[in-house]
């Protein structure tokens, strides 16, 4: 009998850097790796989702979603018009990328992704047939944006351009000059921009960060309540942005998922309530201070260099001199913390390790603690 082998645009696919180490961890391990909010979702939420259960029929919704909750992500961005047409509700924001990039990406086709970046990106790109390319942000920068590079990066085969702020990994988000130059070069050029902003409403600068589609019309907007509602578990996402990119993902998304959990949706609902609002503050806050925290404990405890996150939920700890970023973390295994090699990010990030502060205070110091231990094997 012959041996299975897949097809080759899945050849050489493997589950992430992240889920490996996960799978390997010893039992009593501290995860400092995976990026989930510890938080529980709010009240708000869970109210709308119990009535939902109890007093109502939860059969398919539209391929496309709620057309309620359309409307209520079309006001979000007023490049949509406020057209729901122009929103597709999801199965998280991972299954938008999914959807966004085979909607846009054809054989041979070049996407230019940030480095360092979701360990996703490159990994889609190879499933749509196209050949990734990338643009730094320097390490040395404190992995900022870099107009010079991106602009020097962009080729006659650039199709798309996938930007995320605040960043997956280093919490760095992108400044109004930063989008308004990245908006400039890709209009110049012609591509697509695929903006991942899961992470917008987690944010530390005065102001919420800026979405990339008030800059240019020709961006798909990834996003969804995953994390800033701490709804992982739940798979509600969004895609939105052309009207034709929309309307081809949506023909993917109802073959893949069919719809977005309905009782998801139906609680997404009260998202933008004020209640709803005042509990996304409460987690910026909570976040906040556990990313100064840990901070604290890295200078205090380790007497090393960190990146000073403008969001999200990570920072990127320097282990340069005691190695490369995997051997660092698989010796941090053996002590029982959770952390993610740089590697896994992107060439640019080698040397570093991603580390979560999605715990609470006593969790960060003995993960600190932990990390300590490790390093001590590896010097």
């Given at each position: 009998?012959?041996?299975?082998?897949?097809?080759?645009?899945?050849?050489?696919?493997?589950?992430?850097?992240?889920?490996?180490?996960?799978?390997?961890?010893?039992?009593?391990?501290?995860?400092?790796?995976?990026?989930?909010?510890?938080?529980?979702?709010?009240?708000?939420?869970?109210?709308?989702?119990?009535?939902?259960?109890?007093?109502?029929?939860?059969?398919?919704?539209?391929?496309?979603?709620?057309?309620?909750?359309?409307?209520?992500?079309?006001?979000?961005?007023?490049?949509?018009?406020?057209?729901?047409?122009?929103?597709?509700?999801?199965?998280?924001?991972?299954?938008?990328?999914?959807?966004?990039?085979?909607?846009?990406?054809?054989?041979?086709?070049?996407?230019?992704?940030?480095?360092?970046?979701?360990?996703?990106?490159?990994?889609?790109?190879?499933?749509?047939?196209?050949?990734?390319?990338?643009?730094?942000?320097?390490?040395?920068?404190?992995?900022?944006?870099?107009?010079?590079?991106?602009?020097?990066?962009?080729?006659?085969?650039?199709?798309?351009?996938?930007?995320?702020?605040?960043?997956?990994?280093?919490?760095?988000?992108?400044?109004?000059?930063?989008?308004?130059?990245?908006?400039?070069?890709?209009?110049?050029?012609?591509?697509?921009?695929?903006?991942?902003?899961?992470?917008?409403?987690?944010?530390?600068?005065?102001?919420?960060?800026?979405?990339?589609?008030?800059?240019?019309?020709?961006?798909?907007?990834?996003?969804?309540?995953?994390?800033?509602?701490?709804?992982?578990?739940?798979?509600?996402?969004?895609?939105?942005?052309?009207?034709?990119?929309?309307?081809?993902?949506?023909?993917?998304?109802?073959?893949?998922?069919?719809?977005?959990?309905?009782?998801?949706?139906?609680?997404?609902?009260?998202?933008?309530?004020?209640?709803?609002?005042?509990?996304?503050?409460?987690?910026?806050?909570?976040?906040?201070?556990?990313?100064?925290?840990?901070?604290?404990?890295?200078?205090?405890?380790?007497?090393?260099?960190?990146?000073?996150?403008?969001?999200?939920?990570?920072?990127?700890?320097?282990?340069?001199?005691?190695?490369?970023?995997?051997?660092?973390?698989?010796?941090?295994?053996?002590?029982?913390?959770?952390?993610?090699?740089?590697?896994?990010?992107?060439?640019?990030?080698?040397?570093?390790?991603?580390?979560?502060?999605?715990?609470d205070y006593d969790t960060l110091a003995e993960g600190v603690q932990r990390i300590k231990k490790g390093l001590n094997r590896v010097r």
């Open positions: 009998m012959n041996s299975f082998a897949p097809p080759k645009r899945l050849q050489g696919i493997e589950k992430s850097v992240i889920r490996q180490l996960l799978d390997r961890a010893l039992p009593g391990s501290i995860n400092l790796g995976l990026g989930e909010p510890d938080l529980p979702t709010p009240e708000v939420i869970r109210r709308a989702a119990v009535k939902a259960i109890i007093e109502e029929q939860n059969g398919y919704t539209t391929h496309a979603g709620l057309q309620s909750l359309r409307e209520k992500v079309a006001a979000q961005y007023p490049y949509l018009e406020q057209k729901p047409e122009r929103v597709v509700i999801t199965a998280g924001s991972q299954e938008s990328l999914y959807l966004a990039l085979l909607s846009l990406v054809d054989e041979g086709d070049e996407v230019l992704l940030p480095n360092p970046g979701f360990v996703a990106y490159p990994t889609i790109v190879k499933m749509a047939g196209g050949t990734s390319r990338f643009y730094r942000l320097p390490r040395d920068r404190g992995f900022a944006f870099d107009a010079d590079e991106f602009r020097g990066a962009l080729t006659p085969r650039t199709k798309v351009v996938v930007c995320i702020s605040p960043s997956n990994p280093s919490g760095r988000t992108l400044s109004k000059d930063d989008l308004a130059n990245i908006a400039e070069a890709v209009r110049d050029h012609g591509a697509y921009l695929v903006s991942d902003e899961i992470y917008r409403e987690l944010y530390y600068t005065p102001r919420r960060p800026e979405s990339l589609s008030s800059f240019h019309d020709r961006t798909i907007v990834i996003s969804g309540l995953s994390k800033s509602m701490s709804m992982t578990g739940w798979r509600l996402g969004w895609l939105c942005g052309d009207e034709a990119v929309v309307r081809a993902a949506l023909v993917l998304h109802g073959y893949v998922t069919t719809c977005a959990s309905t009782v998801s949706q139906k609680a997404a609902l009260v998202a933008w309530t004020t209640e709803a609002e005042e509990a996304r503050a409460a987690f910026r806050e909570t976040f906040r201070a556990r990313r100064d925290h840990m901070l604290g404990l890295i200078e205090s405890e380790l007497g090393m260099r960190a990146v000073t996150p403008d969001g999200a939920f990570y920072t990127m700890l320097d282990v340069s001199e005691f190695g490369d970023s995997m051997k660092v973390a698989e010796a941090l295994l053996e002590e029982r913390v959770i952390t993610v090699p740089g590697a896994g990010f992107g060439s640019e990030a080698e040397g570093f390790l991603r580390v979560s502060f999605c715990a």
